[in-house]
C-alpha cells in the first residue's frame, strides 16, 4: 500500500520541478507554467514564457523564436501586466487557458466559448499556441489559438484579414513602446471595401499607407523583394479574406512581419548563419507616405520634385505648392462639360486612388465602364478591378482622387483613365504629351 502513494508523491515532485522546464511543448489540465518556466516547440523554433520588456519590471507571458528571446512576437497579457514574478499559467475550470497573479486575480484569460474536458495548451512549431481536447489534433478543433490574436508580429502562416463566416478580423496593433507591449497608436488591417487593401492607420491621424488595392495578382505597393524572399499567398473568397506568406525554410532561420512602435512596418529575416535580424524591407519611398501630394497630385519618386498635379489639374495654392507644401492638393483648370461630351487621359503604372467614394462592378468590361462614368457628372476616372486576362471589371471614382503614385518598373501599377473636358485633351495632344 505504501509504494504507489510513494510512487505518485515523486511522480508530482518531477513534474513540478523538471516537468516544464525540460522544453515540453504541451501542458495538460492539472499542471501550470510558473515564471521561469517555458514551453519549447518539438522542433525547438519557438518558446513561449514570461518576460519583462525593454527597461520594464513589468512581466507578461509572450512567445518569441528561441534564437532571438528579445524579440517578442505575441504577447498574452498585453494590457494587464503582472507587478511580480509571481504568476502562474493554468487551466480555468471551463478549459481555457488563464493567468493568475500571487492572489489568484485573473490577469489575462484566453476566454473562448467552446467548454474543454481535458484540455491541453501546445505550442507548435508555427509559434501558434493553441488549446484543444487530448485527444484531437485536428486544427479545426482548436478552441482557440494565438495566430487569431495577433500582436505587433505576423510570423510565417499567420493570417491577418478576415474570416466573414465566424466575423474574425485578424490585424496588427503596434506596441505603446519598447517598455510597454498594450496596444499602440498604429494598426495594420485589411480593409475589404470594395477591393481589398492593407492600410496602416494611426488612431490619432488617420491612414499613413495603403498597399494599393489588390488587382487579382497583387498589392501594387508590395515589392518584389518581398515576392524574392518568400512566397506570399492572398486569398481573396467569400468567405475568407487573408494575407499570409511562407517560410523559405532552407535559407532563413526565421522571419516576421511586424509594425514598430513609431508605426513603420518591417520585414524581417534571420539568416542560418548569423541568426542575427537583417531588415529585408520596410517602405522608405516618399511616395508611399498617404496623399503625399494631395487631391488629384501624382507622386514620382524618381523626380527632383516628386510631387505634380495631374493633367488638366492646377495647384490649389500655387504659392504654397512652390514652396513644396502639397497639402493643398490640386484643382480642375478646366471644369469638366458634363452632361455634354467629355474625354479620357490613360495613365499608366500607377497605384490606383484610394477608394474613398467609388463603385464597383466585378463583370463589366472596360468599354462598359466608360460609358457608366460618362453617365454620372461625378464620375471623375476608372480603371479595371482586376488585371488578369487583360483586365475586366469596372470601378469608378466620385470626387477627388487621392494618393496616387506612379511606378518606373515595369509590371508595377494599373492603367487609370481620368475625365477631362475634351479641349484639355486636345492641348495635351498639341502641347504636351508626356507631362
Ligand atoms: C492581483 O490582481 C488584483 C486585481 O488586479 C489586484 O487587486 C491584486 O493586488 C493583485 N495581487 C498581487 C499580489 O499582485
Ligand atoms: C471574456 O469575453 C466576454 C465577452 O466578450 C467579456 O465580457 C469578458 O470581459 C471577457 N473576460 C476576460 C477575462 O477577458
Ligand atoms: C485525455 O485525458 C484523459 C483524462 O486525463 C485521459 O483519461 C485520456 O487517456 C487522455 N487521452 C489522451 C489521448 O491523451
Ligand atoms: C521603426 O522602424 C523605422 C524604419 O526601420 C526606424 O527608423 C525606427 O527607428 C523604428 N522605430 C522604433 C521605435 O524602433
Ligand atoms: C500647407 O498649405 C496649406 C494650404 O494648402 C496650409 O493650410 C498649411 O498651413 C500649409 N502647411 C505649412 C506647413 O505651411
Ligand atoms: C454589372 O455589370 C454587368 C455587365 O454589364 C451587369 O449585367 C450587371 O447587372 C451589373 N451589376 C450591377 C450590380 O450593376
Ligand atoms: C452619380 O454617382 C453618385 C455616387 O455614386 C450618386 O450619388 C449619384 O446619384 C449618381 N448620379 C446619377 C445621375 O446617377
Known sequence: ???????????????????????????????????????????????????????SKNRYIGIWYKISPGRVVWVANRENPLTDSHGVLAFGHDGDLVLFNQSNSVIWSSNFSRVLKNPVAQLLDTGNLVLRENYSLNSDEYS????????????????????????????????????????GDYIYRLNIQGLPQFELISLGSGKKYRTGTWDGIQFSAVPMVLHALTKLVFFNGDDEKFFSYEAIKSEYSASIFT??????IQFYTASKRSNAWNLAYSPNDPCDSYSTCGANGICRSSRASICNCLKGFVPKSPEEWNLLNWSGGCTRRIPINCPKEDGFLKLAKVKIPDLLEFWLNESMSLEECQAECLKNCSCTAYANSDVNGGGSGCILWFGNLIDIKEYEEDNYGQTLHIRLPISELGNFANQCLFL
Request: aromatic content about 12%.
Open 1 to 55: 500500500m505504501e509504494t504507489p502513494t510513494l510512487f505518485i508523491c515523486l511522480y508530482f515532485i518531477c513534474l513540478s520541478v523538471f516537468g516544464l522546464s525540460t522544453a515540453a511543448d504541451t501542458f495538460s489540465s492539472g499542471q501550470s507554467m510558473k515564471d521561469g518556466e517555458s514551453l519549447v516547440s518539438s522542433d525547438q523554433s519557438f518558446e513561449l514564457g514570461f518576460f519583462s520588456p525593454g527597461n
Open 144 to 183: 482557440w489559438q494565438s495566430f487569431d490574436h495577433p500582436s505587433d508580429t505576423q510570423l510565417p502562416g499567420m493570417k491577418l484579414g478576415w474570416d466573414l463566416k465566424i466575423g474574425l478580423e485578424r490585424h496588427l496593433t503596434s506596441w505603446k513602446s519598447m517598455d510597454d507591449p498594450s496596444p
Open 259 to 264: 509594425l514598430n512602435h513609431s508605426g513603420i
